[in-house]
């Protein structure tokens, strides 16, 4: 038996988010309106890496969790998704080429998890020392809500080489 109707909008709709979400991170939309377009209010982000890295790399291995513009309240409260991308770009510049998003068909769909896997490839700088390396790293997508909003992303990035780039 087959995968049903439901099944296969379903992985259309979590597919098309990802790759409108993708196309924003890569035309250079604020993060503040990513975030606000593509993931819903208590959303998270984890970018995977070692600890000892935060140190030079301070997004890498926490949990973000929410938006900031959710704990108004409260301005004391560290680390959500608005903090990743402010953290990420305060250390990283990212410049996409052409290649740095494939195609659609290449978005990697699991219907049972609800998971969108894509690899993208880049160059990356450093804002401090000008140093840049070309990579690949991967998103994975998952937990969308019923309007296919993102509630997870987590990244696999290459840590060593922006560790060494950020490096005086």
């Given at each position: 038996?087959?995968?049903s109707?439901?099944?296969?909008?379903?992985?259309?709709g979590?597919?098309?988010t990802?790759?409108?979400?993708?196309?924003?991170?890569i035309?250079?939309?604020?993060?503040?309106?990513?975030?606000?377009?593509?993931?819903?209010?208590d959303?998270k982000i984890?970018e995977?890496?070692?600890?000892w890295?935060?140190?030079?790399?301070?997004?890498?291995g926490?949990?973000?969790?929410g938006?900031r513009s959710?704990t108004?309240?409260?301005?004391?409260?560290k680390?959500?998704?608005?903090?990743?991308?402010?953290?990420l770009?305060s250390v990283?510049?990212?410049?996409?080429s052409e290649?740095?998003?494939?195609?659609?068909k290449?978005?990697?769909v699991?219907r049972?998890?609800?998971?969108?896997t894509?690899?993208?490839?880049?160059?990356f700088?450093?804002?401090?020392?000008?140093k840049?390396?070309?990579e690949?790293?991967?998103y994975v997508?998952?937990?969308?809500d019923?309007?296919?909003?993102i509630?997870?992303?987590?990244?696999?990035?290459?840590?060593?080489?922006?560790?060494?780039a950020?490096?005086?």
């Amino acid at each position: 038996m087959g995968p049903s109707p439901y099944d296969e909008i379903r992985a259309s709709g979590i597919r098309d988010t990802a790759e409108a979400f993708c196309k924003a991170f890569i035309a250079g939309s604020p993060p503040t309106e990513t975030l606000n377009k593509y993931f819903t209010p208590d959303a998270k982000i984890l970018e995977h890496g070692p600890a000892w890295a935060r140190e030079r790399l301070p997004f890498l291995g926490i949990v973000f969790h929410g938006r900031r513009s959710q704990t108004l309240s409260n301005a004391s409260i560290k680390n959500t998704c608005d903090d990743y991308y402010d953290l990420l770009t305060s250390v990283l510049s990212f410049h996409p080429s052409e290649d740095t998003l494939p195609p659609k068909k290449e978005f990697m769909v699991d219907r049972q998890r609800g998971t969108v896997t894509i690899k993208l490839s880049a160059r990356f700088a450093s804002i401090k020392t000008g140093k840049s390396w070309e990579e690949q790293f991967v998103y994975v997508l998952s937990e969308f809500d019923e309007d296919y909003k993102i509630g997870s992303q987590e990244l696999w990035a290459d840590p060593l080489s922006a560790w060494m780039a950020v490096q005086d």
